[in-house]
């Protein structure tokens, strides 16, 4: 299904080689450190961000953004703190915002009082990595009245119907997951790769973003012309954590580069 | 049949529990065991080998033992236990982990994982590892390492890897995410034999259908011994499998009725206790929908329990449909009222029960005594309390036994300057 956010990638993919999505988990290391992340994202002219909202069993997630979601909830990151942190950035930044996070918050704050909520405060769809296809329906109805897109994932180990099932039912983009695993450990991008990515090209022709492991400008070289979209998370968080702000900076310049 | 529970219009789901919330990466691999196990499951020839395996290596059937002191001091209804302590490795998680162990063989893979809380799981996968000749890793919240010394040091003599996972509440619930994690980059060759009735389909229905045994069991034995069905049966309720298993044969007699009970802890005002069914929500987390100890926003919560196989945040969703259905009834017992009915049991009449057994006992112990002396009542003894020796101690406060690890620790530190 075509909408804004895949116009604008579609648009902003006639001016780059590859379009570059970054993650932040909300509250972590703090609410401070979460906005200067996003300054530079902006300086940096990155074209997407997921915010991530912290649940305290994410079990797609490998131990760096584990530790980030259990410290964001000990930092007293709520509902309210993550909504009002997504509406200043909504209002600051041009980059579309996603939500990812995990399905009980969606199924605990009700369907509707979520697709509203993220709506009102600006996010153009959401990522839910434990909510299978089959249990999406009513999720994707009330979607389609706000505007969001929900985010389909495919993987290297769905059978071609499952892949197309999953197509069929993407919006905005696609998330192919690079590799087996949580997210995290580093990914060899290899001829592996570039099949898979064919194949999930075969049943769509959303914009295909790629993520789980990938970490430099190099990375973004190597998957220029058969990904539309780099997605980077662990390896930016691990860069502010071991070498600051600063270094962020330049990871995200590297990263920049190499996508013009 | 009983096992009509399992006939549902949605694959995995009872009532509204249920279901396969789980990562798209481990679809393929679900789907896979589902066929395993449907495939198993209609082949009369693997539960052949199932019972067989069972019989020679693991004692079974384990009897009903009836109680007669227990029952005149406690006054009120005669008391009964299943033996279930009597298992391979000390408690009924041989029933589900030998079952699982056939079907690694019929997949053919070559590794198999765990979680465990009590270790009691972990010392029963490590078990079937050493027998099968597979690769294994125990995923093990950094607590329960230390409440449960013992059980680690035999999973390492088995051969197997203890993970202490130190993340979230360092107890059961993040062994179980640490065992996702790993199965989701390492399923091509690996196994995850999940220890209880929790869990995305079909770990519910599958380790059910293993425990059944034990409800199988005593119901044919009851008849026998008293020539009835008993007017109450007990089980402990941790993720549920032990109670899942002696309650789902008796489902359909109406005469019985089924109790469960949870962990206390310190009392559920104290907010530290494990009791989903007065405390918790309906939630979906760790890959399926239950009740689960959260917050208003959906966080789990920490759980306590003097039990560390009872210190869990959610429930088996067969068990969750069965209590909103109201044909299980829960009640919890606190870590205090346990340990009375450790002491009780142990000396009125020579069984050393596990801590999370003793919770059904203490259950029972409550009520039955305002029983009719006609009325009979069984619980399900799940497991030995030999592992749980540090603990009893340490709660019974024994000097000598105080003194013995004093002795011990000097040894250890004059041997190592
Ligand atoms: C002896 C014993 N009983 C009961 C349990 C609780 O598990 P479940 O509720 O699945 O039977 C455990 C868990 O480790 C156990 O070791």
Known sequence: ?260 | MWSDIFQTEKPGYFGQFGGMFIPEILRATFEELIEAFESAKTDPSFWTEYVQTMQSYSCRPTPITYLPNLSKKNGGAQIYCKREDLNQTGAHKANNVMGQGLLVKRMGKSRVIAETGAGQHGVATATMAARFGLECTIYMGALDVERQRPNVFWMEQLGAEVVAVTEGSATLKDAINAAMRDWSASMDDTHYALGTVCGPHPFPTMVSYFQSLIGQESREQILELTGRLPDRIYACVGGGSNASGLFLPFLEDEGVELVGVEAGGHGVESGAHAVRFSGGHIGVAQGYKTYFLQNPEGQMMHTHSIAAGLDYVGVGPILSHLHDEGKVRFSFATDKEVIDAVRLLIRTEGLIPALESTHGLAGLLRESSEMDEEDIVVFNLSGRGDKDIFNIAEALDDPKWREFIHQKSNEYRKASN
Request: charged residues 25%; proline residues 5%; negative net charge.
């Open chain 1, 1 to 260: 299904m075509s909408s804004k956010l895949s116009e604008y990638l579609r648009n902003r993919l006639k001016e780059k080689k590859i379009l570059l999505m970054t993650h932040t988990v909300v509250g972590y290391p703090s609410l401070e450190d979460n906005w200067q992340m996003l300054e530079e994202m902006q300086v940096a002219n990155v074209d997407m961000v997921e915010l991530q909202m912290p649940f305290s069993e994410p079990i797609a997630d490998g131990p760096l953004f584990v530790k980030a979601n259990q410290e964001a909830l000990k930092n007293g990151i709520d509902w309210n703190a993550y909504f009002d942190f997504m509406r200043r950035a909504h209002k600051k930044f041009d980059f579309p915002l996603l939500l990812i996070g995990y399905y009980n918050s969606v199924f605990v704050m009700g369907h509707r009082s979520f697709c509203s909520r993220l709506a009102e405060h600006g996010a153009s769809g959401y990522l839910l990595p434990d909510l299978p296809l089959e249990e999406m329906e009513d999720l994707h109805e009330l979607s389609k009245e706000h505007q969001l897109n929900p985010i389909m994932m495919c993987t290297p180990t769905q059978k071609d119907t499952r892949l197309q099932s999953i197509c069929a039912n993407g919006s905005g983009f696609l998330y192919c997951v690079a590799r087996k695993g949580v997210t995290g450990a580093v990914t060899k991008i290899d001829p592996m790769v570039f099949e898979f990515l064919k194949r999930c090209r075969r049943y769509s022709d959303l914009p295909l973003a790629l993520g789980f492991g990938l970490s430099n400008g190099a990375d973004l070289n190597h998957l220029q012309g058969h990904a539309d979209i780099a997605v980077i998370g662990s390896a930016l968080l691990k860069t502010w954590e071991e070498k600051g702000p600063e270094a962020y900076r330049n990871h995200l310049n590297e990263l920049a580069e190499a996508t013009t």
